[in-house]
């Protein structure tokens, strides 16, 4: 690289924090009167600031991305992962290859860490040069349907919780790593929860443990990105309590079952979550065994004479080789493959877990 180019972690430049946040908010398209710090808490969680790499030239920041660790729960299971975010660059930088140098310098460093690495982003041709592919399975539904009845989900202040309550909500989301993947919530996570600014909590009138997450400043205003999946909100979504919102909701025949009788009066779009790059290989195979039931083995990744990673593995006693693309969409969706169909796991992401 270049001399007048370096690295450094945000926690060993703290007075910097102000520049790295205009960056972000200009990089994002952010309006005066919204606010990323609040849209991404545990980008500008200062205790995780090692983790925020910058990148330098002539002493000035040109680059940010950030990374956080997780788990996913797969049953009994714990993934490690790692979480991609507010990967940006100057305006008067881009063009120059300084994106793919720290995106390059961050997967390197954390490479053995995870199983893999997730992000979210709409610049695909530029992300699958990094091997990150379309992954996981999203329904959009808007309800065309309007209630005349009262509504029974209310807003509530998460600052006025009770112990008790919180309880409810942080037991009715571990409940569903019975029913699908979900990402591990430590407590720090649920301090960003209950803390959200740019987020608004709904609860039912009957019961605590029956909400819904609406908004996320401008990164997802008018969206429902995370819900209870009880049935009290089923039945007031689709009789059309919520229908100036769209719902974003993993995948799953029972959704889709559910959905179904009503589709003259919902639009449904389907498209994937995130972006998936696998992570080490010895992580990245297990996560597949488990995933699978242990139909997939003997996984192997290679790069191809055209830069395009491939996939060899066992299945159901046969060999098979597949470029990754096509192997993560017909594993994981959005094109799910029927030969995968008797393991097919939803991933529930809410959107504040997005970085």
């Known amino acids: 690289m270049d001399a007048n180019f370096s690295y450094q972690s ?7 924090l102000e520049e790295v946040k205009e960056l972000i908010s200009s990089s994002l398209n952010y309006e005066k009167n919204q606010f990323v710090e609040r849209d991404f808490q545990s980008v500008f969680d200062e205790n995780l600031f090692q983790y925020n790499y910058l990148m330098f030239k002539d002493n000035n920041v040109i680059a ?32 120059q290859g300084i994106m793919s140098k720290l995106l390059n310098y961050v997967l390197e460093k954390h490479q053995e860490k995870v199983a893999f690495f997730l992000l979210w982003s709409n610049l695909l041709p530029f992300y699958q040069r990094f091997h990150f592919y379309p992954c996981f399975w999203q329904l959009e539904v808007t309800s065309q349907k309007k209630s005349p009845l009262q509504k029974k989900f209310h807003h509530k202040e998460l600052s006025s919780f009770t112990k008790e309550g919180k309880e409810k909500i942080i037991n009715q989301y571990n409940h569903l790593s019975k029913q699908m993947m979900i ?4 407590e720090r996570d649920w301090d960003y929860f209950f803390h959200a600014q740019s987020s608004h909590l ?14 996320k400043g401008q990164d997802l205003h008018n969206i429902i990105h995370e819900h209870s999946f009880h049935q009290l909100f089923w039945d007031s979504f689709l009789r059309g309590e919520r229908n100036e919102m769209t719902l974003f909701t993993p995948y799953r025949q029972r959704t889709n079952a559910r959905l179904s009788p ?18 080490a290989s010895a992580l990245f195979s297990q996560f597949l065994a488990s995933y699978s039931d242990d139909q997939l083995k003997n996984i192997s990744l290679k790069e191809s004479e055209h830069q395009e990673l491939e996939i060899t593995f066992s299945f159901r006693g046969n060999k098979h080789c597949d ?22 796991r939803s991933f529930y992401l809410p959107g504040l877990e997005s970085i």
């Open 10 to 16: 945000l926690s060993n430049h703290l007075e910097r």
């Open 64 to 95: 940010h991305a950030a990374i956080r660790f997780r788990e996913v729960l797969l049953e009994d299971e714990s993934i490690p992962v790692a979480l991609i975010g507010a990967v940006v660059v100057h305006d008067n930088f881009r063009g």
């Open 183 to 186: 990402l591990k919530r430590e």
């Open 202 to 215: 709904y609860v039912h009138q009957e019961d605590e443990s029956c909400y819904f997450v609406a908004h």
């Open 262 to 279: 009503h589709k003259n009066y919902l639009r449904l779009n389907e498209s994937f979550m995130a972006l998936m790059r696998p992570g």
């Open 323 to 344: 470029s990754l693309e096509f192997f993560l969409a017909d594993c994981f969706g959005p094109n799910t493959h029927e030969d995968f169909a008797s393991f097919y």
